[in-house]
């Protein structure tokens, strides 16, 4: 099922917990880029504090406990696994695979059920406790997988937002085919080979896949393109921690190294670092 899997280095892990109640807002001097925040009070909960670029603001957020065993990555609509070629670096001590939704689908006929069913199986191949983290598309196909899986924590890139955050479209009615994504979205980045997307798995969307809730940890990334609907509205639904990129496009949250740094700091795999601001 996993099509991409790197192996990294067994190595020691760091945790950036700190201790302490929830403080309020700080401000740096200087010029940055992104920010941690969080949606909810913490209580009792861990504490994040990342070390970021001058100039932002953050939150302490609540985060994992320990870092996973594994990650599994998982792409949007049109794209593939490949995305995530240059993310394993950024993920040292534990194993990191990349599913490829279409893998054995006949696409025209693909549901989203299909897609979290990949997932799902993807995610189970893997050591426990895994980590997801999804790109756009994805997001919602590992929405709908995480009851099933449980697990470690979820990363929320962009993701496409739940019916509790978009609504139903009673009006749209899902039926088979496919369809060009870069004709609906735009042009892809050129490294990037777009491939015909399900018409059906996308109606879906549209109607609206409910998922009131989610059984771990969450972070969700946002950039400057969706900041409130698969930002912070899908944040307040799961009371996810929330790592934001005002100057980031859609495609940049994948592209961008300080995104998948960061992810990898909030995990607790790596220590957070100060970053050249973006």
């Known amino acids: 099922m996993v099509v991409l899997a790197w192996r990294n280095r067994p190595g020691r892990a760091h945790n950036p917990e700190v201790a ?24 009792r909960g861990k504490l994040f504090a990342q070390l970021l670029p001058a100039g932002t603001r953050f939150l302490p957020a609540m985060r994992p406990e320990k870092p996973p065993a594994s990650l599994l990555l998982v792409h949007g609509a049109g ?3 490949e995305i995530y070629a240059a993310w394993p670096p950024a993920f040292p001590s534990i194993d990191v695979r990349a599913v490829d939704l279409h893998l054995g689908l006949e696409i025209s006929q693909a549901s989203h059920a299909d897609y979290a069913e990949r997932v799902a199986a993807a995610g189970q191949e893997l050591e426990a406790p895994v980590s997801l983290c999804a790109w756009s598309m994805g997001g919602l196909a590992v929405l709908q997988a995480a009851a099933r899986i449980r697990p470690h924590s979820v990363v929320l ?18 039926k088979p085919g496919s369809f060009d994504p870069e004709e609906l979205y735009g042009s892809f980045p050129a490294n990037v080979a ?31 393109e969706f900041p409130e609907e698969r930002g912070r509205r899908v944040a307040r639904l799961y009371g996810s921690a929330e ?36």
């Open 194 to 224: 777009a491939r015909p997307e399900s018409s059906l798995a996308r109606a879906e969307r549209k109607r609206g896949i409910s998922v009131p809730s989610l059984p771990c940890p969450s972070l969700v990334v946002s950039g400057r």
């Open 157 to 174: 890139i962009e993701s496409s937002p739940p019916a509790e955050v978009q609504g139903f479209g009673s009006v749209v009615a899902p």
């Open 20 to 43: 302490g109640s929830n403080p309020a807002p700080a401000t740096l001097k200087g010029s940055g880029n992104g920010s941690f925040f969080c949606s909810v009070p913490l209580g």
């Open 243 to 278: 790592l934001r990129y005002p100057k980031f496009s859609h495609w940049d949250l994948i592209h961008e190294r300080r995104v998948r740094e960061d992810i990898a700091a909030w995990l607790g795999i790596t220590r957070p670092t100060k970053l050249p601001s973006a």
């Open 79 to 81: 794209s593939g696994p």
